[in-house]
């Protein structure tokens, strides 16, 4: 057996740069960690013009990235280009069909083509690592598929996404909208110039996509998954979550009920007791309880270029160490149902602004009634000035059907003046 | 090669009861995950004559632990038995020796014999796996060893001891006294009969030793650790902690300074702006810092049955998938050089029982101007009744050197009444 391990890498943004960077500057500590020495052989990028560092300007560069899986001097190939189609998903295949080891940053990949991908692995008896697709530095894909790997697993749940755990967190400390916050977030680089993938939850249904596979083996389908975003937060919505000892963060929720798998992201009123309410700014946090592990959490940087640098080269020394990884293969569970949306229940946080008139209260609650909502409280505070006036009820358990039903009859009063923000309470 | 391996266990308390068991309920789990069938074929316990569930009682029975390691039925062995020499360190060089496995949750054995059983481990190329040894459910091992690997920690400190833990959380809930929540904790099972070990931070400078072999490549040397207990710890301290904006916790610390590795277990003010200073009860919880991973934080159970059989489950699995661990020998770094404890510097909060009468503040901080210790902040409260009266000092940044010597002095002044209260402030 070689005492090398030849990389071949596309992508060389800020993460592809940093794990070369790594490469060179920890060569002893990966050698003596893996065993073997870590060498970049050959590279592919958008831009082949562009000054690079590390040694990466004069490495052979491969015009298709699909070149590299096909190159004798590539053991190993790292996909940090993105995408779910398209040339990062004909260099994944080519990979694996080489019999090559195959290590992938790429969640949209994954989430679409996790499972194909990883039965192609599985026939090739090529490794298939992805550590550095969900949550940056946390380690949770290890977590799950191996230090978790003796036991079940009854719930996985957390931030994650950090560009919305940065604007609510935001929104709070400064009073702040959610625009004026969004702008600011993409001003520092923690939003994109189209923020839609990570505003509207779209991002974080991916990774729980990958976590609830990994978890209990639920199928990757990650355009079925109930995604909401935080576009509908306000200030006072933020206000009144600290009144009734919450904290709103957006979260991806995947919990093995008794009538199949629940899964959503949305955002979520979170108790001050829990940990993942302290969980600011954009880190991420994955909550993990079973009935043998008891609750486990992991908190970090899910994003950036050193984290998400690490987490490659985590799997490049594993693969280096001969550390096998199958990806999805051995965990899918054929019986792993989705629970259909409305067997599922909640409590619920229901934010409407009325006009101040009599009678109002008498509507809203009447069509509760009929909808046999149990309220668990009210909230509606003396006024300053004239206007819509806030009023806040907190149900008890109500099947999502149930609360719907109500929802819609509740946005018809002609007394109920803004779209309502309706968030679900974190049990 | 065979599709079963065959485990001899030794050790069938309620950790190696709870491993039996997860072997025989969720075998289809196991096989999935790690493509062999886990049996276990032959064990040995304390006493013979217990009767034992899980198929446990008809099983080949070993009288000496170590004939475990020479069956030809047993491919790998499980060491549950616990102590630091003995009849574990000899099933543990005989398992070795005779070229097997080796799957320990045996910290004291680890701490003390690590490097040669890592050593004598690579020499026969036996794997040695102890995800369980430190901090039960979570996975701090795997994550140093193997998430970690890519690149270099600054900093590893935490909340390694749960009974500590406890006691510190309840007298903060319920304003008892040490003594009194001390044997709340023993009849909940919390702490032994004899709790030196957990109380005076002997058990968390053993699991610090090995976190920080791993880590930082430091050699194993548990007793050469500067470890401080709880037992000095008042009422009056968490108040005051309170009032300052710190939680005490009792914490294991590792940090890589320009002169050497600083190490040590004691109480810390923690900032109730850090995530450790919220983690209550039994509960463990380690942070990591490195230039690329950034903060990192793992919580969970640190004992227990469930918690701690995982861990040796997910040992048991990296095996039977062929996933390798050589022990620290990988990992030891021979310029990995402690701190000497005079250079090392901290602010610390120091709480004295003083006469109330003229000149007592005026002699303290004389003695601390003399010393060169700057004082960031004095607590002095009116008092309700007669009697001693407390004085607290926070100090800004001061050698060990400096304050030990004005310790000193400060403890001879007539007017000091009882033993002061030193505790570190987490920078």
Same mark, same amino acid.
């Given at each position: 057996?070689?005492?090398?391990?030849?990389?071949?890498?596309?992508?060389?943004?800020? +993460?592809?740069?940093? $794990?070369?960077?790594?490469?060179?500057?920890?060569?002893?500590?990966?050698?003596?960690?893996?065993?073997?020495?870590? +060498?970049?052989?050959? $590279?592919?990028?958008?831009?082949?013009?562009?000054?690079?560092?590390?040694?990466?300007?004069?490495?052979?560069?491969?015009?298709?990235?699909?070149?590299?899986?096909?190159?004798?001097?590539?053991?190993?190939?790292?996909?940090?280009?993105?995408?779910?189609?398209?040339?990062?998903?004909?260099?994944?295949?080519?990979?694996?069909?080489?019999?090559?080891?195959?290590?992938?940053?790429?969640?949209?990949?994954?989430?679409?083509?996790?499972?194909? #991908?990883?039965?192609?692995?599985?026939?090739?008896?090529?490794?298939?690592?992805?550590?550095?697709?969900?949550?940056?530095?946390?380690?949770?894909?290890?977590?799950?598929?191996?230090?978790?790997?003796?036991?079940?697993?009854?719930?996985?749940?957390?931030?994650?996404?950090?560009?919305?755990?940065?604007?609510?967190?935001?929104?709070?400390?400064?009073?702040?909208?959610?625009?004026?916050?969004?702008?600011?977030?993409?001003?520092?680089?923690?939003?994109?110039?189209?923020?839609?993938?990570?505003?509207?939850?779209?991002?974080?249904?991916?990774?729980?996509?990958?976590?609830?596979?990994?978890?209990?083996?639920?199928?990757?389908?990650?355009?079925?998954?109930?995604?909401?975003?935080?576009?509908?937060?306000?200030?006072?919505?933020?206000?009144?979550?600290?009144?009734?000892?919450?904290?709103?963060?957006? #979260?991806?929720?995947?919990?093995?009920?008794?009538?199949? #798998?629940?899964?959503?992201?949305?955002?979520?009123? @979170?108790?001050?007791?829990?940990?993942?309410?302290?969980?600011?700014?954009?880190?991420?946090?994955?909550?993990?309880?079973?009935?043998?592990?008891?609750?486990? @959490?992991?908190?970090?940087?899910?994003?950036?270029?050193?984290?998400?640098?690490?987490? +490659?080269?985590?799997?490049?020394?594993?693969?280096?160490?001969?550390?096998?990884?199958?990806?999805?293969?051995?965990?899918?569970?054929?019986?792993?149902?989705?629970?259909?949306?409305?067997?599922?229940?909640?409590?619920?946080? #229901?934010?409407?602004? $009325?006009?101040?008139?009599?009678?109002?209260?008498?509507?809203?609650?009447?069509?509760?009634?009929?909808?046999?909502?149990?309220?668990?409280?009210?909230?509606?505070?003396?006024?300053?000035?004239?206007?819509?006036?806030?009023?806040?009820?907190?149900?008890?358990?109500?099947?999502?059907?149930?609360?719907?039903?109500?929802?819609?009859?509740?946005?018809?009063?002609?007394?109920?003046?803004?779209?309502?923000?309706?968030?679900?309470?974190?049990?």
């Amino acid at each position: 057996m070689s005492n090398t391990l030849r990389l071949g890498i596309a992508g060389l943004g800020t +993460v592809g740069s940093e $794990v070369a960077r790594l490469i060179q500057v920890e060569a002893p500590l990966h050698e003596k960690r893996s065993g073997k020495k870590l +060498v970049v052989t050959a $590279v592919s990028a958008r831009d082949k013009n562009k000054k690079r560092d590390n040694g990466l300007s004069s490495l052979p560069w491969a015009d298709n990235p699909s070149e590299l899986a096909a190159r004798s001097d590539v053991d190993a190939v790292v996909e940090l280009m993105g995408g779910a189609e398209g040339a990062a998903k004909q260099l994944a295949e080519a990979t694996l069909k080489a019999g090559k080891p195959l290590i992938t940053a790429n969640k949209a990949l994954l989430a679409h083509h996790g499972l194909a #991908l990883s039965e192609l692995a599985r026939k090739q008896s090529a490794p298939l690592y992805f550590e550095a697709a969900v949550a940056g530095g946390i380690p949770i894909i290890k977590t799950l598929r191996e230090a978790l790997a003796g036991g079940q697993v009854d719930e996985i749940f957390g931030i994650l996404n950090g560009t919305c755990n940065f604007i609510l967190t935001t929104m709070r400390d400064t009073g702040r909208s959610f625009g004026d916050v969004l702008k600011e977030a993409q001003s520092l680089g923690y939003a994109e110039a189209d923020p839609a993938f990570d505003i509207d939850g779209k991002d974080a249904a991916h990774k729980l996509s990958i976590l609830s596979a990994l978890g209990f083996g639920a199928p990757l389908e990650p355009e079925k998954l109930i995604a909401e975003g935080v576009r509908g937060i306000t200030s006072q919505d933020i206000l009144f979550a600290d009144e009734l000892g919450y904290r709103i963060k957006l #979260l991806g929720v995947a919990r093995q009920e008794k009538d199949g #798998l629940f899964q959503r992201v949305s955002p979520y009123m @979170v108790s001050t007791s829990s940990t993942l309410a302290h969980v600011n700014g954009a880190m991420n946090a994955i909550m993990i309880r079973g009935p043998v592990i008891g609750p486990l @959490v992991l908190m970090g940087h899910g994003a950036g270029a050193g984290p998400t640098a690490s987490a +490659v080269l985590s799997d490049i020394i594993d693969c280096a160490s001969g550390r096998q990884a199958d990806g999805f293969a051995s965990v899918m569970n054929p019986k792993a149902t989705p629970l259909s949306a409305e067997k599922s229940k909640s409590a619920f946080y #229901l934010r409407m602004m $009325v006009q101040d008139q009599p009678g109002v209260l008498a509507d809203i609650t009447a069509i509760m009634r009929d909808a046999k909502i149990s309220i668990q409280s009210v909230i509606q505070h003396g006024r300053s000035e004239a206007g819509p006036v806030p009023i806040v009820f907190i149900t008890h358990d109500t099947s999502e059907k149930a609360f719907s039903e109500a929802f819609a009859a509740v946005k018809k009063l002609s007394s109920v003046l803004e779209p309502p923000c309706v968030i679900r309470i974190l049990p």
